[in-house]
């Protein structure tokens, strides 16, 4: 979703509310492809605080569509996002609450806030890299590729100790013979 800031900047102090909210975003992360969607629509707040300069203000929970790390299963993750930017539309520019370090911005070109990218920005700084389906995951198995969490499997579990394998060489070469 896309919103025009001309109206906001200009008039310094002006506050304007909008509704918003973010329906089957799919997106890359590292690798994984996300499913994103709001729960309910969220408001985001613009202010204009100087000449060019505006805060932008909104909290919005995301749900997320991740595979587990272990069993590649569906997992269901609710992110809470509170996004504060003080933002400087003439420098490309902007600041959380310490004014001390700046970001470059990717969610505003031209006097358009684009609030997708600005909540996707924020939840891929806080997002875990990896997700599990349960505490206790089992994973799937390394030969036949079974999820173990569902049942099991006959194959051969046994991993080597890879400071044994030179003693494994040895032995394989005697069976060769």
């Not at 994103?36 to 300069?53: D, G, I, R």
């Not at 299963?73 to 001390?100: F, G, P, Q, W």
């Not at 990717?106 to 600005?118: A, F, G, P």
Request: aromatic residues 6%; charged residues 30%; glycine residues 2%.
């Amino acid at each position: 979703m896309n919103i025009n800031l001309y109206d906001v900047l200009s008039v310094i102090g002006k506050e304007v509310t909008i509704e918003a909210s973010i329906e089957n975003l799919l997106e890359d992360f590292q690798g994984e492809q996300l499913e994103l969607h709001t729960k309910q629509p969220f408001a985001v707040v613009m202010k204009s605080v100087e000449k060019n300069v505006v805060s932008v203000d909104c909290d919005v929970t995301i749900v997320a569509k991740r595979s587990c790390s272990r069993c590649l299963e569906d997992v269901m993750c609710i992110y809470d996002l509170h996004i504060h930017r003080i933002v400087n539309i003439e420098k490309k520019e902007a600041y959380t609450d310490d004014a001390s370090e700046s970001d470059e911005i990717s969610y505003i070109e031209d006097c358009t806030l684009d609030i997708d990218r600005l909540v996707l920005d924020e939840l891929f700084t806080m997002i875990p890299m990896n997700v599990l389906c349960k505490e206790d995951c089992k994973g799937i198995c390394k030969v036949c590729g079974t999820n173990l969490n569902k049942s099991t499997c006959n194959c051969d579990q046994t991993v080597p100790d890879p400071r044994m394998a030179v003693f494994s060489d040895i032995f394989n070469q005697f069976k060769e013979v």
